[in-house]
């Protein structure tokens, strides 16, 4: 099963207010974690959530929250 990336960006409220799949999938998962390593190096407080499976980082703004999640096709 190929998977995607997909970013949220979130308000004060924790409520979606903007979604963006990367366009092309990804084979295997790792594939797409590795991927979504690569871009919370370049964001503030990055980290990974286990307990939910996703990683949040705030955007270079300053102010809005992104998370990252990880999609099956």
């Given at each position: 099963m190929?998977?995607?990336?997909?970013?949220?960006?979130?308000?004060?409220d924790d409520k979606v207010?903007?979604?963006?799949a990367i366009p092309y999938p990804y084979p295997?998962?790792?594939?797409?974690?590795?991927?979504?390593?690569?871009?919370i190096t370049r964001l503030q407080k990055a980290q990974y959530e286990a307990e939910r499976d996703y990683w949040s980082a705030i955007a270079k703004d300053g102010k809005t929250r992104i998370k990252f999640i990880i999609e099956g096709l």
């Open positions: 190929p998977f995607q990336v997909v970013e949220l960006k979130l308000d004060a207010i903007d979604r963006k295997q998962r790792l594939d797409a974690v590795e991927t979504i390593e690569k871009l």
